[in-house]
């Protein structure tokens, strides 16, 4: 009889362990996501102002190949790297 309390109280002491380090997890990864973002912005602000200095020319031909989805492109990318660099550390395997 007193068995299956047991195996009750362990597995609800499981539970709560795995629900308190999942809302952890996320609340860690919410506040590096708005740290990079946060970042990640000021750096996208600052090509954008480097590059409104150009010349009528070049700045033509930088929006006739695409330098600002390319430049879109490259800040996701090393966003979603820096979030999993971060992830790899704080998530156990």
Same mark, same amino acid.
């Given at each position: /009889?007193?068995?299956?309390?047991?195996?009750? +109280?362990?597995?609800?002491?499981? *539970?709560?362990?795995?629900?308190?380090?999942?809302?952890?997890?996320?609340?860690?990864?919410?506040?590096?996501?708005?740290? +990079? @973002?946060?970042?990640?912005? @000021?750096?996208? @602000?600052?090509?954008?102002?480097? +590059?409104?200095?150009?010349? *009528?020319?070049?700045?033509?031909?930088?929006?006739?190949?695409?330098?600002? *989805?390319?430049?879109? +492109?490259?800040?996701? *990318?090393?966003?979603?790297?820096?979030? /999993?660099?971060? /992830?790899?550390?704080?998530?156990?395997?």
């Amino acid at each position: /009889m007193a068995a299956p309390i047991v195996a009750g +109280l362990a597995l609800s002491s499981v *539970a709560i362990v795995a629900i308190v380090r999942t809302g952890f997890n996320a609340l860690f990864v919410v506040v590096t996501y708005a740290g +990079l @973002q946060t970042i990640l912005s @000021q750096v996208e @602000q600052y090509l954008a102002s480097a +590059l409104t200095g150009l010349p *009528a020319d070049f700045a033509g031909l930088a929006g006739l190949v695409g330098l600002d *989805a390319g430049l879109a +492109l490259v800040m996701s *990318a090393f966003t979603v790297r820096l979030a /999993m660099a971060v /992830m790899r550390r704080v998530v156990p395997k």
